[in-house]
C-alpha cells in the first residue's frame, strides 16, 4: 500500500534536488568566507571591466573636454578624479556583494538543511515500515 505522507515527502525532496538544491548544494561546497571572497572577486572583475567600458564610452562622448584637458596639462587632476570614482564605484559594489552573497550562503544552508531533515524522517519512516513489517535487511539471507 501506498504511504502518502512518504510521497509527499519524497516529492518535496526530488523537487529540491533538481531546482535549487543543484545551486545549494554547490555553493555549500565551500566555507562561507571562501564562497563570500571568491564572489567578492568575480565582483571585482567585472566591475572593473564595466568600469573601463563606461569610461572609454564618457571619453568618446566627451572627446572635446578630452582635448582641453589635455592642453591645459590638467591631466594629473583628471587621471585622480577618474580613480576616485573608480574606487567609489568598487566599493559601492564590493560592498553590495558582501552583502548579498552573505545572504545567499545561509538562504542555501538553511535550505540545505531543511532537505537534510526531510530525507531523515523519510529514512525514520522506511525503517518504521521494515520494523512493523517484520523485515530486516541485515538479517535475511540473500541466495
Same mark, same amino acid.
Request: hydrophobic share 40%; aromatic share 14%.
Given at each position: ?9 519524497? !516529492?518535496? =525532496? %526530488?523537487?529540491?534536488?533538481?531546482g535549487n538544491g543543484?545551486?545549494? /548544494?554547490? &555553493?555549500? +561546497?565551500? #566555507? ?14 567585472? !566591475?572593473? =571591466? %564595466? ?9 568618446? /562622448?566627451? &572627446?572635446? +573636454?578630452? #582635448? ?16 576616485? =570614482? ?58
Amino acid at each position: 500500500m501506498v504511504n502518502e505522507n512518504r510521497v509527499r515527502m519524497m !516529492t518535496q =525532496i %526530488a523537487a529540491y534536488e533538481q531546482g535549487n538544491g543543484r545551486e545549494d /548544494l554547490k &555553493i555549500l +561546497q565551500y #566555507f562561507r568566507g571562501d564562497y563570500i571572497i571568491r564572489k567578492m572577486i568575480q565582483t571585482w572583475i567585472y !566591475t572593473t =571591466i %564595466a568600469y573601463g567600458i563606461l569610461a572609454g564610452i564618457y571619453a568618446v /562622448l566627451c &572627446i572635446d +573636454q578630452l #582635448f582641453s584637458v589635455v592642453q591645459n596639462n590638467e591631466i594629473m587632476s583628471e587621471v585622480t578624479k577618474m580613480i576616485g =570614482i573608480y574606487l567609489l564605484f568598487e566599493v559601492f559594489f564590493l560592498v553590495l556583494s558582501f552583502f548579498l552573497y552573505k545572504k545567499k550562503y545561509e538562504k542555501a544552508k538553511a535550505s540545505a538543511k531543511k532537505y537534510h531533515v526531510r530525507l531523515k524522517r523519510l529514512e525514520i519512516e522506511y525503517e518504521k515500515k521494515q520494523k512493523g513489517a517484520g523485515h530486516d535487511d541485515r538479517n535475511t539471507k540473500k541466495t
